[in-house]
């Protein structure tokens, strides 16, 4: 059975700008969020889908999205975690790890029956 399926998470980025909160009328600290959707394979294997930055006020939750390329430049590391960028890799990885062990066990019998 193939289980699959999509989800949605939320990470912080790191950063934080002082800026004037509307809502609240007054300046305050604003953190910078990442939001995205992914496709999951056995809830393990997973592709990211759609992104979307946010700058959230700290006290009220208020805030905007951000243009992706303006603030990707900012970031100092990617903040989606490594198994969620890469679920495509790690599923060929897999794969192409299993071929290789199951030739190489292959190849070890046969040199055993030879000799
Ligand atoms: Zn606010």
Same mark, same amino acid.
């Given at each position: 059975?193939?289980?699959?399926?999509? &989800?949605?998470?939320?990470?912080? $980025? &790191?950063?934080?700008?002082?800026?004037?909160?509307?809502? $609240?009328?007054?300046?305050?600290?604003?953190?910078?969020?990442?939001?995205?959707?992914?496709?999951?394979?056995?809830? @393990?294997?997973?592709? @990211?889908?759609?992104?979307?930055?946010?700058?959230? $006020?700290?006290?009220?939750?208020?805030?905007?999205? $951000?243009?992706?390329?303006? @603030?990707?430049?900012?970031?100092?590391?990617?903040?989606?975690?490594?198994?969620?960028?890469?679920? @495509?890799?790690?599923?060929?990885?897999?794969?192409?790890?299993?071929?290789?062990?199951?030739?190489?066990?292959?190849?070890?019998?046969?040199?055993?029956?030879?000799?």
């Amino acid at each position: 059975m193939i289980i699959f399926g999509t &989800g949605s998470n939320t990470v912080p $980025c &790191g950063i934080t700008h002082a800026l004037f909160c509307a809502h $609240c009328s007054r300046q305050n600290e604003f953190d910078l969020l990442l939001t995205y959707n992914y496709f999951h394979l056995y809830y @393990v294997i997973r592709q @990211v889908g759609d992104k979307h930055y946010l700058l959230l $006020c700290r006290t009220c939750g208020h805030g905007w999205k $951000c243009d992706p390329q303006k @603030v990707e430049p900012e970031l100092k590391r990617p903040p989606i975690p490594f198994t969620d960028r890469n679920g @495509v890799l790690i599923l060929i990885l897999t794969i192409g790890g299993t071929f290789f062990l199951i030739g190489i066990s292959n190849f070890i019998a046969n040199w055993l029956k030879t000799n």
